[in-house]
């Protein structure tokens, strides 16, 4: 999914907000979460400087709802 600059500085900016106590890890920064949107950007290979990524370790997939993926929001159902 692409993302933009500016979704980029923001997601940064909730995060560290979000994770006062995260604050003194050296991996916990703004260099680190750039990089990783910077790498899935890269591993999508579609043009976007910038790519989110998201993992499921369990997926129900429904068939029967709108062409195979279920839930509210048109994505996977019961993930968890």
């Known amino acids: 999914m692409p993302v933009s600059e500016e979704s980029a500085r923001l997601k940064w900016r909730y995060l560290a907000e979000s994770y006062p106590s995260q604050a003194d890890h050296q991996w916990f920064s703004e260099d680190t979460v750039r990089g990783l949107l910077r ?42």
């Open 39 to 80: 790498l899935r950007g890269v591993e999508a290979g579609s043009g976007a400087r910038f790519a989110e990524a998201f993992h499921a370790r369990k997926l129900v997939l429904d068939p029967a709802i709108g062409g195979g993926l279920g839930g509210a929001s048109g994505g996977a159902a019961g993930a968890a």
